[in-house]
T-cell receptor, first 114, second 114 residues
Framework: NAGVMQNPRHLVRRRGQEARLRCSPMKGHSHVYWYRQLPEEGLKFMVY????????ESGMPKERFSAEFPKEGPSILRIQQVVRGDSAAYFC????????????FGDGTRLSIL | SQQGEEDPQALSIQEGENATMNCSYKTSINNLQWYRQNSGRGLVHLILIRSNEREKHSGRLRVTLDTSKKSSSLLITASRAADTASYFCATANAGGTSYGKLTFGQGTILTVHP
C-alpha cells in the first residue's frame, strides 16, 4: 500500500529554468491537491485537481505556474522561469473523493533556486 | 487574514504531561482537521471533526470543536518524546464545489522532553 509518492525529493534549479514536480496519488485516489510551504510557515493551497480536470486553482500564481493530472500518469506541477521566491517545499496530497475526507500527503519536493 | 491560527506557537513539556493546542478560524466550515508534521517530512492526518460534531477521540488524542466561537482544541494526553513535531489545524470551507481545499494555520511546534 504505497502512500503518496513525490519526486524528486530535492530539486535545484537556476533562475530562469523550469521545474517539474511529480506526484503519484495513493491507489484508488482520484483527487489531488498541491500545497506550498515556506520556511517556518503553514501550508498554502495552490490547486485541486481531479483526473483531467482542474477543480480549483485559486491559490496558483497567475503566471509561470501550471498543473495537470492526466488520465494516465502522475500529477505534474510545472513552474516556468523560476525565481528565487519560488524556493519552498511543495507538497502533494490525495484523497478518495473531495469534501470531508482526510488528505494523505507525500513527503514533498524541496525546490531550491540558485 | 489567517484562516486557522494555532496557539501557542511553541509548546515545551515533559514526557507524561498533557499538551493542549488551540486553533481559531474565521469562516464557516464543513470540517476541521489536525495534522502532524515531523521535520523534513510530509503531513500525517490525525483526526477530522465535522461541523456538526463537538468532540472526537482517537487513542491519546481528543479534539473539540466550538463552531459558535470558531475554535478547536487538540489535546494529547500522556505525551511521549515521539510526539515532538509541528501540529497544524486545517479547515475545509462550507459550500462551493471545492470544499476539499484545506486552509492551514501556522502550526504549533511541540517539544516533548524525555
Amino acid at each position: 500500500n504505497a502512500g503518496v509518492m513525490q519526486n524528486p525529493r530535492h530539486l535545484v534549479r537556476r533562475r530562469g529554468q523550469e521545474a517539474r514536480l511529480r506526484c503519484s496519488p495513493m491507489k484508488g485516489h482520484s483527487h489531488v491537491y498541491w500545497y506550498r510551504q515556506l520556511p517556518e510557515e503553514g501550508l498554502k493551497f495552490m490547486v485541486y485537481l481531479q483526473k483531467e480536470n482542474i477543480i480549483d486553482e485559486s491559490g496558483m500564481p497567475k503566471e509561470r505556474f501550471s498543473a495537470e493530472f492526466p488520465k494516465e500518469g502522475p500529477s505534474i506541477l510545472r513552474i516556468q522561469q523560476v525565481v528565487r521566491g519560488d524556493s519552498a517545499a511543495y507538497f502533494c496530497a490525495s484523497s478518495v473523493k473531495g469534501g470531508d475526507q482526510p488528505q494523505h500527503f507525500g513527503d514533498g519536493t524541496r525546490l531550491s533556486i540558485l | 487574514s489567517q484562516q486557522g491560527e494555532e496557539d501557542p506557537q511553541a509548546l515545551s513539556i515533559q514526557e507524561g504531561e498533557n499538551a493542549t493546542m488551540n486553533c481559531s478560524y474565521k469562516t464557516s466550515i464543513n470540517n476541521l482537521q489536525w495534522y502532524r508534521q515531523n521535520s523534513g517530512r510530509g503531513l500525517v492526518h490525525l483526526i477530522l471533526i465535522r461541523s456538526n460534531e463537538r468532540e472526537k477521540h482517537s487513542g491519546r488524542l481528543r479534539v473539540t470543536l466550538d463552531t459558535s466561537k470558531k475554535s478547536s482544541s487538540l489535546l494529547i494526553t500522556a505525551s511521549r518524546a515521539a510526539d515532538t513535531a509541528s501540529y497544524f489545524c486545517a479547515t475545509a470551507n462550507a459550500g462551493g464545489t471545492s470544499y476539499g481545499k484545506l486552509t492551514f494555520g501556522q502550526g504549533t511546534i511541540l517539544t516533548v522532553h524525555p
